[in-house]
């Protein structure tokens, strides 16, 4: 079964940078399109950053744009979360995200629908 | 960029009742939008994609309506695990958005 680990979380002052890492298993992690999305404490979800199979162009939230950078890589089934210049509205629990997936007949469809999800990573911005 | 509108924030139910959560675009997303399920301490679960089609193992009882700018998840009849908060999702366009998310709580 799919399965998404998110590490690399942790508590950084404002400023700094973070690398979050996204290790995949169950599924055949280069043919899918994957995606951040973030929640912060008490609050709703919010899509960050969405690359596609082949890396060819990446997608980001306006809030994260030019600060963070989405990359994957397939020879090891890991998509990453490069964070930069982090502020205190950067604190939430970041999720991986498989794009989704069905089956129409023979023909496989990937949607930009979030189809399995990881267990999330918190990355805390505080001085 | 697409706002999506969740309401009512809170739906205040008791198991075997139906509910009823609306999410409103403020454009079209045509059919492009899915719902999710959250529970406390616990990664979002797809459940309706394309404004009407259950997901894989999603039970009966949750349905999915609606297309341009308004949307509706039923649940028929509340199950005690359906307590949880729901999130609209739409895929029409760059970028992705949420709506706030509706709690339906126990009465």
């Known amino acids: 079964q799919v399965q998404l680990v998110e590490s690399g979380g942790g508590v950084v002052q404002p400023g700094t940078s973070l690398r979050l890492s996204c290790a995949a298993s169950g599924f055949s992690f280069s043919g899918f399109a994957m995606h951040w999305v973030r929640q912060a404490p008490g609050k709703g979800l919010e899509w960050v950053a969405a690359?596609?199979?082949?890396?060819?162009?990446?997608s980001y939230a306006d809030s994260v744009k030019g600060r963070f950078t989405v990359s994957r890589d397939n020879s090891r089934d890991t998509l990453y979360l490069q964070m930069n210049r982090l502020t205190a509205e950067d604190t939430a629990v970041y999720y991986c995200?498989?794009?989704?997936?069905?089956?129409?007949?023979?023909?496989?469809?990937?949607?930009?629908?979030?189809?399995?999800w990881g267990q999330g990573t918190l990355v805390t911005v505080s001085s | 960029e697409i706002v999506l509108t969740q309401s009512p924030a809170i739906l205040s139910l008791s198991p075997g009742e139906r509910a009823t959560l609306s999410c409103r675009a403020n454009q079209s997303v045509s059919s492009y939008l899915a719902w999710y399920q959250q529970k406390p301490g616990q990664a979002p679960r797809l459940l309706i994609y394309d404004a009407s089609n259950r997901a894989t193992d999603i039970p009966a009882r949750f349905s999915g309506s609606g297309s341009g700018t308004d949307f509706t998840l039923t649940i028929s009849r509340l199950e005690p695990e359906d307590f949880a908060v729901y999130y609209c999702q739409h895929r029409s366009s760059w970028p992705l958005t949420f709506g706030g998310g509706t709690t339906v709580e126990i009465k």
């Open positions: 690359i596609p199979y082949d890396d060819s162009y990446n």
């Open positions: 995200a498989k794009n989704f997936d069905f089956w129409s007949g023979s023909v496989r469809t990937q949607e930009y629908f979030f189809g399995s």
